[in-house]
């Protein structure tokens, strides 16, 4: 079917309908990405076998919804409110009940939080995987890299792709947080987001921030049917829908990892949409999986906990980075240590794919000539990191601009090292995202950032590590260095430098990252 907006676009859907007769409540995913794959019309076709009716909508501009594509800017609070008026026609169609929630992971995730905002009357609940509030902070940039060629691939997405390609070049326009980013950031209306919600945030996925942020901003500043009615869950899994798995990349956890996603669901929109009384809202507010050591037997974690909000209480402790490559609680004593490495655009390091490559070795990373890792002796007990883990990195570079990623690894025995989080800061933007500071040669910054959140134990046997690096591409567009505006022309020798980078590791720069240890 195909429905109207205000503007008088019309968004393609896809409705499943129930057997029998209704009224019956309406569930929406809402995507930009195709929606007749075989997995995604199973997925919708069991939700409504469960007394839903299921509508499957293609963002404006995609596919065949009509209208141009202005990625979320149409889904929000601006003049075009896509999301508010897709939720009101479901709620007044003649075999509608009037309730209506949304479920959806990632791209239909964002989605979420931008219909939220808007408060349309029928909205009754929500079911969030994976999922982002803040476009310039964790979708199209991440951590101020820009990403220009993943995005070019959106051409293939629109109706016409010049949409795709005139959005892209206004990014470019806007290098700096200002009102323009504002327009696709959730984070300034919790106030408004006042529906109950259960979200579900993935260990392995750098957007696991977006799922905590959305969790602690509806449940402590939203509004009054917001406050106190939202759930939590933080699993071992990579980034994507599917959440009843349990071999996660190279690692297998035990059967416990698997989480029942489709029957929870259905058991959330049952009690808030049709008044079933399943207790579904009484359960722990906040189930988090404290990931272990696998394949060693009595090794400590692979289990669930709850928790009564998130973050936990942990201590932030300093892991140092020292010369001689180790890493500890003990400041460096040394007057004038550093280690430097080279950021090479047009040679960088390299790491394979467009996706985070969490549970997983390595080791073919860390080997690179120009990354260096800081490892700590042999772990005598077990060591319990549960929250966030920040960065804070003193450097100087040959170059105007540049970046730096910081990765943490449970290394194993037998010398695995295996991915848990990493992130990257564009140097231009330590000092925040609203404005563009360039460095100068020989002076040395201090770099900080977040590099991301987990709940793992490294097992005694184990040791834990520190990475730093400047480039890792594919999956970290590399920066060209040269402080220019950036754009979206390939690089070349004419339009980059190669920037030699220096981290410090002395006793009056001191870098370091700090680990929510729990005792």
């Not at 995507?31 to 404006?60: C, P, Q």
């Not at 239909?108 to 931008?114: L, S, T, V």
């Not at 260096?372 to 060591?383: G, Q, S, Y």
């Not at 990195?393 to 990623?405: C, G, M, P, W």
Request: charged content about 25%.
């Amino acid at each position: 079917v195909m429905i109207p907006m205000r503007d008088g676009q019309k968004l393609s859907a896809y409705l499943y309908v129930p057997p029998g007769k209704g009224p019956w409540p309406a569930l929406f995913e809402q995507r930009y990405a195709d929606l007749k794959g075989a997995g995604t019309r199973k997925a919708a076709a069991k939700l409504a076998e469960s007394g839903f009716v299921v509508a499957m909508v293609n963002y404006r501009g995609t596919y065949l919804s009509e209208g141009t594509w202005v990625g979320y800017r149409a889904l929000g609070w601006g003049e075009l409110k896509d999301g508010y008026d897709l939720v009101e026609w479901l709620g007044t169609q003649t075999w509608s009940t009037g309730s209506v929630g949304t479920i959806g992971s990632s791209q239909a995730g964002f989605a979420q939080n931008f219909l939220a905002v808007t408060e349309p009357p029928h909205l009754k609940a929500q079911y969030m995987i994976d999922t982002g509030l803040s476009l310039y902070h964790e979708g199209y940039r991440i951590g101020g890299t820009t990403r220009p060629e993943r995005f070019k691939t959106m051409d293939k997405v629109c109706r016409v792709p010049e949409h795709n390609q005139a959005q892209l070049r206004d990014w470019f326009a806007h290098p700096a947080y200002d009102s323009y980013w504002a327009e696709e950031d959730c984070t300034r209306f919790f106030d408004k987001m006042n529906v109950p919600c259960f979200t579900i945030g993935s260990w392995y996925d750098f957007m696991s921030v977006g799922s905590i942020d959305s969790y602690v901003g509806r449940q402590h500043r939203g509004g009054p049917n917001s406050q106190g009615k939202q759930q939590l869950l933080l699993g071992p899994w990579l980034h994507g829908r599917v959440k009843e798995m349990n071999k996660i990349s190279e690692m297998t956890y035990p059967e416990n990892a698997k989480w029942p996603l489709d029957a929870h669901a259905i058991r959330w929109f049952d009690h808030y949409l049709k008044g079933v009384d399943n207790g579904v809202e009484k359960e722990p507010t906040v189930r988090y999986y404290v990931m272990g050591a696998l394949g060693e037997p009595n090794a400590p974690g692979n289990e669930w906990r709850t928790a009564e909000d998130w973050p936990i209480k942990s201590t932030a402790t300093p892991y140092y980075l020292h010369a001689d490559k180790s890493l500890s609680t003990t400041l460096p004593n040394s007057a004038d240590a550093s280690t430097t490495f080279l950021a090479d655009p047009l040679h960088p390091n390299s790491i394979p794919g467009t996706g985070f490559p969490g549970a997983a070795d390595a080791q073919k990373f860390e080997a690179q000539e120009q990354v260096r890792t800081f490892t700590t002796e042999v772990l005598k007990e077990p060591v319990e990191w549960s929250g966030k883990v920040q960065a804070e990195l003193y450097v100087s570079s040959t170059a105007k601009d540049t970046d730096f990623i910081v990765r943490v690894t449970d290394v194993y025995p037998d010398g695995r090292s295996i991915l848990i989080v990493d992130y990257v800061r564009r140097a231009r933007y330590r000092d925040g995202f609203e404005k563009e500071v360039y460095m100068e040669p020989g002076k040395v910054y201090k770099v900080a950032f977040d590099v991301g959140s987990l709940s793992q134990i490294f097992n005694k046997g184990h040791r834990i590590r520190v990475t730093v690096a400047s480039t890792g591409a594919p999956f970290f567009e590399p920066n060209p260095n040269t402080g220019e505006p950036l754009g979206l022309e390939p690089l070349t020798e004419k339009n980059t430098v190669v920037a030699k980078n220096t981290v410090f590791l002395n006793k009056e720069h001191a870098s370091r990252v700090i680990a929510p240890v729990v005792k």
